[in-house]
């Protein structure tokens, strides 16, 4: 797969079979999309061609909102999509202009000048364009001369991609990790560089790598350990991983991310990992000492290698 960053730097594709969207999640809703796509370019030789946006227009069109929780950052969106076998990526820088371009500036200079697609997969109920101008009969009647054919998404399966987006949002909030697999395909991630923290976790014996996160509208799970599979430099790990405020050591104001991973022992600070959250294991609780917390930690682990075969793997991601 090919990620692009610049319009203005385009390859020229062939028959290309293009949908647009913020497929935020990736979920198994905007994977029937992905689907559509790669059947269509595979029965007209030509490519599929997913358009995304950086960052999500809602943080443009309303700067002030801070309400957005994000299921994926760009970065995570772009590995699986490649996961479900997508050709190509164009990530749109989205500004305010481009938030004003009108319906037929949208159409013209944007979807046919950059892409001539040979196909535009969309929902019913799209709407593009400055004050949403455009949908897509709009769409059509420009296809007749520019030579495209619109593929429309029906109202249902449209309805349940935005039904499995808040239920997304809502099992993960609630911690019920296996709601969210079984709605996205996929575990749940976070992602970001490793960090130094205050090493507490070395000194009981269980030491973690602080993550922070590289963007802050992710939607973050509800404090507690879960067990994880970490990824970092094309290799996978088992692990365990804490969300929480540290109430044992100093009941920290601000929240920490940090995963133990098992069976590692390298210095990573300053490189990106990410992790994927398997099972929600227990909640966040204050114990009266450190050994306290260091004796359910092995029990937690004991409860966390029940998830998985004992051997590591190696992927690339």
């Known amino acids: 797969m090919k990620v692009h960053w610049d319009l203005d730097h385009l390859p020229v594709f062939k028959n290309a079979v ?93 979807l046919v000048g950059k892409f001539r697609p040979a196909y535009i997969v969309i929902g019913y109920d799209h709407r593009f364009g400055l004050n949403r101008q455009g949908d897509i009969n709009y769409l059509r009647w420009y296809g007749k001369e520019a030579g495209y054919e619109v593929i ?34 996929h575990y749940y991630t976070l992602s970001g560089k490793v960090v130094h923290g205050e090493k507490i976790g070395s000194s009981i014996g269980y030491p973690t790598a602080n993550i922070s996160l590289s963007q802050k509208e992710k939607l973050v799970p509800p404090s507690g350990i879960f067990a994880a599979w970490v990824y970092h430099a094309g290799k996978r790990y088992r692990g365990m991983l804490y969300i929480g405020k540290r109430p044992t050591i100093n009941n920290a104001a601000q929240q ?46 004991e409860n966390a290698e029940k998830y998985w075969p004992k051997r590591r793997s190696e992927f690339p991601w």
Not at 40 to 46: F, P, T, W
Not at 74 to 102: A, C
Not at 156 to 182: F, P, W
Not at 267 to 295: H, P, T
């Open 18 to 110: 293009i949908t647009i969207g913020s497929f935020d999640g990736v979920h198994r809703g905007h994977q029937r999309i992905i689907e559509k796509i790669r059947q269509l370019a595979q029965g007209n030789e030509g490519e599929s061609v997913v358009i995304t946006f950086h960052p999500h227009p809602r943080q443009i069109v309303y700067p002030k909102d801070d309400s957005l929780k994000l299921l994926n950052t760009t970065q995570e969106k772009i590995r699986l999509l490649e996961q479900y076998g997508v050709d190509h990526v164009v990530v749109v820088p989205f500004t305010v202009e481009f938030s004003q371009l009108s319906a037929d500036e949208y159409i013209q200079k944007f």
């Open 152 to 185: 429309e998404i029906a109202r249902q399966e449209v309805d349940e991609i935005a039904v499995s987006s808040s239920k997304i949002r809502t099992a993960l909030e609630q911690g019920d990790m296996h709601t969210a697999y079984s709605l996205m395909g």
């Open 256 to 301: 920490t991310i940090e995963v133990n991973i098992f069976d590692f022992n390298e210095d990573i600070y300053g490189e990106e990992i990410l992790v994927e959250m398997v099972e929600y294991l227990r909640a966040d609780i204050k114990f009266e000492s450190l050994e306290a917390l260091g004796l359910q930690m092995s029990k937690d682990k």
